[in-house]
């Protein structure tokens, strides 16, 4: 069973950084992708970032720049480092992964608060 747990989540000024982390369990080295995703209260969630096994990276526009994806070195970890945060970064975030042979994100973690104040 793949198990995400996320950290990192709190409240930060505008300016500020945060870095927010997910460990998997261990079947999640054998997935193709991992990404984060975000909701703000009363928006549809959107993909933020995701990194394959390969390292190849993606980010929507309004973070470009901005935060950076990682990984660890077993593919059980991923990383969000977020720098120059806005008040619209505000929302719940979430790892995701993405089985090898699928398009979607088909695990989840349960989600940690960023909240950026002005």
């Known amino acids: 069973q793949v198990v995400l747990v996320e950290s990192g989540g709190g409240s930060v000024q505008a300016g500020g950084s945060l870095k927010l982390s997910c460990v998997g369990s261990?079947?999640?080295?054998?997935?193709?992708?991992m990404g984060w995703f975000r909701q703000a209260p009363g928006k549809e969630r959107e993909l933020v970032s995701s990194?394959?096994?390969?390292?190849?990276?993606n980010y929507t526009d309004s973070v470009k720049g901005r935060f950076t994806i990682s990984q660890g070195d077993d593919k059980n970890t991923v990383f969000l480092q977020m720098n120059s945060l806005k008040t619209e970064d505000t929302a719940v975030y979430y790892c995701?992964?993405?089985?090898?042979?699928?398009?979607?994100?088909?695990?989840w973690g349960q989600g940690t608060q960023v909240t950026v104040s002005s």
């Open positions: 261990k079947y999640t080295s054998n997935h193709c992708g």
């Open positions: 990194i394959n096994r390969r390292g190849v990276t």
């Open positions: 995701a992964a993405r089985p090898c042979g699928h398009v979607e994100f088909l695990y």
